[in-house]
């Protein structure tokens, strides 16, 4: 398995990726053209692939010169409860090896959460109504040596 870094080119891929999550009360997609070319444009996204399968998509975005923030990671659900996430969550840390301080947002009743924690992730906080969907989410972070 391998991340490979999306860049414009790949909006349609990453539209098509962020359209398995329409209607989950459990995940703040993207839905349109627009919103995927401003979040290629923000963030560092990397299109998860699987031999020839592109599985799903990751990415983070740069807080401060030590400290990351994990904004997406989705896995398509054909491909979910296979250890995709975990890869993809392990292949990613490697890239972020030099922040100290490593952040995310899930909401309560997402399985995610429970992969989060297992890499250490601790809750900081919860937000009420956080992307203006309604649902909370969970602040959580993860110290690195």
Known sequence: M????????DIQTLLEIEKTTIGLKLYSGYF???EV????????VFLIKNNKDIVGSISYDVIGSDHADISDLVIKQ?????????????????KLRDHKK???CVHPDNHARKLYESFGFKVESRKENYFGDGEPRLIMTKQQD
């Open 37 to 44: 070319e401003e979040y290629v444009k923000k963030s560092i």
């Open 32 to 34: 349109n053209e627009k």
């Open 2 to 9: 391998e991340l490979i870094q999306a860049t414009t080119k």
């Open 102 to 104: 490593l952040s995310l």
């Open 78 to 94: 054909e491909f979910q409860k296979q250890g995709f996430g975990r890869k993809a969550m392990e292949l990613l840390f490697e």
